[in-house]
């Protein structure tokens, strides 16, 4: 391991900065769909050796740059698919919008380089790689927050593909998983043995403790489903309708009324044998790409299909009417019943920039790249509707789902939580399982069902465990008849939210200022 470490942070110049590239993209393979977890660890392990090799805080600035450029361009390269979309348009914008967003989120890992460089230069071993993962994690919620907040493709939910280990998620969240791994993938960087990293205990006994915590949290997570309950909502069968339409003739006027048709036929097709009728039927974001809240016609047509004493759910776009002075367009949620009346509706608050409103337009004299010249406006924040026949819900559109601990109205905590997307702008990619992914930790958080619908997969039912009861697989066209798990309990991180991730991370710093000098200076 010594030989390895000696080699890696030899290098100088362009070979560096090619390095910690490589090392990011390699722990990017640790996100869905991959879920090559044990990646992380010559990511982190490796990232750090990088950090502390060379003086001074521009050095570790450039390494944790070309670091985080390497992972988001690695794992958001499906970015790209969405300008592809309509490539005369903004094909000649996917480059520059994969390594441009990437850039901008590099700057989140440079600054945890920076900082760790600074604070932890004269720690221990061990006392970096904790107050490493401390500022990790620091930066992985201000992520969700800085310039409206991205925080996609956290550490922690590389582990989704265990329902065992993501339990912990119910306690600190998914940040307190991301601190707990990031901790555990970079902990092989005390092998080293010079330069400030030798240790006082084996370094083996060390790993091995680190190891161990991830045994227990495991464990923890398989009691935890081992007493899980199977319960469902009484007198309650959803049907979700995934129509797979291809998103560059949706919005197409020949088109729509296609679709549309199409969503009302599989809407009222027959349940499959022995299964009984739905009693509530959702569509995906933007489904109904209608006015329906204006237009009467498509209001009937959706209400001929509505189960009786039961209601439609649908995406679609919203304006003002007619009489406002200034007009605005949402992208919203409608509810609509037998009698074609709107009983509830959901603006969408959390936008997409670029894709919903164009951020500092008259600067670029450039325009969203979805349908239509307006920009959507903003809703209001996370709300609980009451909806006939159905436990009070919590409506999330598309990424709403992705930040943590913003999900509900904690005021009036809802029974379910239901996100409907559309992620067709991303094709057959990384992009809708990282989504998927993300969601299934929201269930967990809150212990609260997820109902997920998206146009063209993936739909599906996850109960408050994160466990996905029914499944309809992506780009594939269908309607999955399936009921509705039971709310749980409020979990301590639905109760406490991102102060007990607060608390973890200053207690996993003073741990590490606390873990004593190196054997030598660096």
């Known amino acids: ?106 700057f989140f890992p440079a600054c945890i380089a920076v900082l760790t460089r600074i ?55 998914v940040y307190g998983l991301s601190l707990l791994s990031v901790i555990v993938a970079a902990m092989p960087a005390i092998l080293a043995g010079n330069d400030g990293w030798a240790v006082r205990a084996s370094p083996l006994r060390v790993l091995g403790v680190a190891g161990f915590a991830l045994v227990i949290v495991w464990a923890g997570g398989a009691l935890r489903l081992s007493m899980g309950s199977d319960e469902v909502v009484a007198n309650v069968r959803l049907r979700l309708v995934q129509g797979n339409f291809d998103q560059r003739l949706k919005w197409d006027h020949q088109q729509k009324p296609k679709n549309f048709s199409e969503l009302l036929r599989m809407s009222a097709a027959p349940p499959q044998p022995g299964e009984p009728p739905p009693t509530h039927v959702i569509w995906p974001e933007t489904a109904a790409t209608y006015f329906v809240a204006s237009e009467a016609g498509a209001r009937q047509a959706i209400a001929s299909v509505t189960p009786k004493g039961g209601l439609t759910i649908t995406g679609a776009p919203r304006t003002t009417p007619q009489k406002e002075p200034t007009y605005r367009v949402w992208n919203s949620l409608h509810a609509i019943d037998e009698k074609a009346r709107i009983v509830g509706t959901y603006d969408k608050s959390h936008l997409v920039p670029f894709g919903e409103y164009m951020p500092l337009r008259g600067l670029l004299g450039l325009q969203k790249i979805t349908a239509g010249a307006t920009d959507f406006s903003p809703g209001s924040g996370p709300l609980t509707l009451h909806l006939k026949g159905l436990p009070p819900v919590s409506p999330l559109i598309c990424y709403e789902v992705i930040f943590p601990d913003r999900v509900i109205d904690k005021r009036a905590r809802p029974q379910w939580l239901l996100n409907l997307t559309n992620d067709g702008w991303y094709g057959v990619s990384s992009g809708p399982y990282q989504h998927l992914a993300a969601a299934r930790l929201r269930a967990v958080e809150m212990g609260l069902p997820l109902v997920r619908v998206a146009n063209t997969g993936i739909s599906g039912v996850i109960d408050g465990y994160g466990r996905v009861t029914a499944k309809l697989e992506l780009a594939a066209k269908g309607v999955l008849d399936s009921d509705l798990p039971v709310a749980l309990e409020p979990t301590l991180y639905g109760r406490l ?13 003073g741990v590490g200022f606390l873990a004593g000098p190196p054997s030598r200076r660096s």
Do not use: K
């Open 497 to 509: 939210g991102d102060w007990i991730v607060a608390l973890l991370v200053l207690m996993v710093a």
């Open 1 to 106: 391991m010594v030989r390895f470490y000696l080699r890696l942070v030899a290098h100088n110049g362009w070979r560096r900065w090619l390095l910690a590239f490589l090392l990011g993209v390699l722990g990017a393979g640790a996100m869905a769909p991959v879920h090559g977890v044990f990646l992380l660890i010559p990511a982190m392990t490796g990232l750090l050796w990088l950090i502390f090799a060379r003086p001074g805080a521009g050095a570790a600035f450039g390494v944790g740059w070309w670091f985080g450029l390497g992972h988001f361009s690695a794992g958001l390269y499906w970015v790209a698919n969405a300008l592809l979309t309509f490539p005369e348009r903004f094909g000649w914008l996917a480059p520059f919008a994969v390594f441009g967003l990437a850039g901008l989120l590099a």
């Open 119 to 173: 604070f932890a230069r004269h720690c221990s071993a061990t006392g970096r790689v904790f107050v490493f993962a401390a500022m990790w994690t620091t930066f992985e919620w201000l992520r969700s927050w800085v310039f409206t907040g991205f925080p996609w493709n956290l550490i922690g939910s590389a582990w989704v593909f265990s329902d065992a280990m993501i339990q912990s998620t119910a306690l600190a969240g």
